[in-house]
């Protein structure tokens, strides 16, 4: 009986409840009408809310949350240093010493960051929405900087990636990476020796690198070696030679002559310098083409695919001093991506005024990142 007398209470309760919500404002609502409400209203709150949120603004907020990080890391380390260096007796530096450059570098930065491949960058996210997010942050880094370049000279050796060649000729002198590179740091002089067509190797003998890196002052503070693009164009794989080192000195192999380029290049600039002058090398592995895959497909079996170039880049420089900036393994400027060949690579190679714009401060910022300040 008890159990009887709860059901029936619970049912005039729920029948109180339901005439309580369908009286809304003296309106009596009918059950289809109730239901199609409710119906509606469940299928409102299961959709996803819409992201109004573009590209370039999730690009801006990483890089603010990137750029914050890194400045925390830096004002930690400033006091390890100064700790380190109330603690230590003052000290005679070698006359080669870093310590003698127009710049101050840090001298423990890494000479190649071991990134992850472009394979897994590629898991990642776009080549697009990398390079926008890459940018954003380069852009927060030059922003932030206060060092003086107005009495430094640097030189860039490269191809038609530096000669901007693609560009009409009236629009090179504004928007060739080299002269936006020159306006962002605001640096005294940089000498331009970039030649289209030009390899590393001699090879393809057109205009090697190997050959007329002599033509570099060596009064340069900072040198900047762009290449191989034409390399992975041009050589099949006996060009392309071996990266092992016991078998790498052969010359006219882009291996051979990329070993013998960079420690031609130590001894001169870097070992053999005068006590009052110091030359900081870069070597720049280009971004990932689309043309190279062309070239390939048309005979895989002699021709090498562009990330062998890549990884006798950044085996090989690193060893003779050159810092290497990486964008291929980086994703940046990645022509595979049909939306990185809209806005910046529209040939599938060469950049755009916005394409290189991209470069410039790139290159900017991780000089930039390099130097105590």
Known sequence: MKEIVIRIGCFFLGVLLTVSAVLVKDKIFTKPEIIDA??????ESSEPESSTVTPEEL????AE??????QDEEAAKA?????EEDETEDVVYPANDIRSAKLKWIPDYPKYSEMTTLEQKLTQRSSYEETLAVNAFDKKVIESCNIDFSDIKITVMGDSLTAATNLEEEDR?????PVILKQILGCKEIVDLGIGGST???????????DRWQEIPEDSDIIIVFGSSNDALFENKWQYGELEYDRRMTK???CGDLDEMCGQMKYVYMDNKKYDHYTKMFFIAPPSTILNDGVYATDPGNMVQQGAFIDAIKEIAPAYEFDVIDFYNGNLLNSHDQDVNHNFIPDGIHGNPDGYRIMAEHIASEIIQRIQQ
């Open 38 to 43: 409710v119906a509606e209203i469940i299928e």
């Open 59 to 62: 690009a801006e907020a990483e």
């Open 65 to 70: 949350e990137k750029f914050k990080q890194m």
């Open 79 to 83: 006091t390890e240093v100064a700790t």
């Open 173 to 177: 002198p504004k928007y060739a990476y």
């Open 200 to 210: 590393i190797s001699r090879c393809s003998d057109s205009f090697a690198m190997v």
């Open 252 to 254: 006219g192999t882009f």
